[in-house]
């Protein structure tokens, strides 16, 4: 799971949070403010890699509206897909997670989801074996998403000429899914356009994309769409310490 740590500033991949693959119960809302007690993530070299003690977490409070979260998410907005990735090629161990703009949003593929794969379902056994965030008992894995998408888009640099095609692991994918889980295919597909392609890339809105890649060494050149942080406009005027 991506998140922000406050001191100082700086994005963060807490685990093992397997977020996308539980229920609705079992998961804090997203922008939450929590307390919880990290380590460092032994054999995952990535920067921005921390274990947590699961049974440390603290909900302190949900970050109501983008006002609330601005000041903690805006400074971090920099970089882009082709700056992520080239560091990545350069060292492995490169920055992990970024919050990147869009030059040009081109358009959004969505296919039809296989399942989970064997590699997601051994690591939310091993997620289920450690035991759960909140409860005493095992926590169920969700059912796999009807569909994946992709993102196609240029970066904000002139030299990013042939779009992007990139993977999202939003977990906002997925609950847009199951809010329209009694939809029609074409309905839910349309919904999904909508969402992640009008509106998210559309006028009156200042969006900029959560992307992280996988542990997976050979693979870290690979970024997911994380996360869409869809403000209206650029909205942090006040300084965070006013915040705390
Ligand atoms: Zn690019």
Same mark, same amino acid.
């Given at each position: 799971?991506?998140?922000?740590?406050?001191?100082?500033?700086?994005?963060?991949?807490?685990?093992?949070?397997?977020?996308?693959?539980?229920?609705?119960?079992?998961?804090?809302?997203?922008?939450?403010?929590?307390?919880?007690?990290?380590?460092?993530?032994?054999?995952?070299?990535?920067?921005?890699?921390?274990?947590?003690?699961?049974?440390?977490?603290?909900?302190?409070?949900?970050?109501?509206?983008?006002?609330?979260?601005?000041?903690?998410?805006?400074?971090?907005?920099?970089?882009?897909?082709?700056?992520?990735?080239?560091?990545?090629?350069?060292?492995?161990?490169?920055?992990?997670?970024?919050?990147?703009?869009?030059?040009?949003?081109?358009?959004?593929?969505?296919?039809?989801? $296989?399942?989970?794969?064997?590699? @997601?379902?051994? &690591? /939310?056994?091993?997620?289920?074996?450690?035991?759960?965030?909140? =409860? *005493?008992?095992?926590?169920?894995?969700?059912?796999?998403?009807?569909?994946?998408?992709?993102?196609?888009?240029?970066?904000?640099?002139?030299?990013?000429?042939?779009?992007?095609?990139?993977?999202?692991?939003?977990?906002?994918?997925?609950?847009?899914?199951?809010?329209?889980?009694?939809? $029609?295919?074409?309905?839910?597909? @349309?919904?999904? &356009? /909508?969402?992640?392609?009008?509106?998210?890339?559309?006028?009156? =809105? *200042?969006?900029?994309?959560?992307?992280?890649?996988?542990?997976?060494?050979?693979?870290?050149?690979?970024?997911?769409?994380?996360?869409?942080?869809?403000?209206?406009?650029?909205?942090?005027?006040?300084?965070?310490?006013?915040?705390?």
């Amino acid at each position: 799971m991506a998140g922000i740590a406050t001191d100082p500033l700086r994005l963060v991949r807490l685990y093992p949070v397997p977020f996308r693959f539980l229920t609705e119960t079992q998961r804090f809302p997203k922008y939450s403010i929590l307390r919880v007690r990290v380590r460092s993530a032994g054999s995952d070299a990535r920067p921005e890699s921390l274990k947590i003690d699961a049974s440390s977490v603290q909900v302190i409070r949900p970050l109501k509206d983008w006002r609330e979260r601005a000041p903690y998410v805006e400074p971090l907005v920099g970089g882009s897909m082709c700056s992520l990735v080239a560091a990545a090629a350069e060292n492995p161990n490169a920055q992990s997670l970024g919050l990147v703009t869009v030059g040009e949003f081109h358009s959004i593929d969505v296919k039809p989801h $296989p399942g989970w794969t064997p590699a @997601e379902l051994q &690591r /939310f056994a091993r997620f289920a074996e450690q035991g759960d965030l909140f =409860r *005493a008992d095992v926590p169920q894995m969700r059912q796999a998403p009807r569909f994946k998408a992709w993102l196609r888009f240029t970066c904000p640099e002139d030299s990013c000429t042939q779009p992007h095609r990139v993977g999202m692991l939003d977990w906002e994918l997925t609950a847009l899914q199951g809010h329209l889980r009694d939809r $029609p295919d074409h309905e839910v597909v @349309e919904a999904i &356009r /909508f969402k992640f392609g009008t509106q998210m890339f559309g006028p009156g =809105r *200042a969006t900029a994309l959560y992307l992280g890649n996988q542990e997976n060494v050979t693979r870290r050149r690979q970024f997911m769409v994380l996360g869409t942080y869809y403000p209206p406009e650029r909205l942090a005027a006040a300084p965070l310490f006013q915040m705390l």
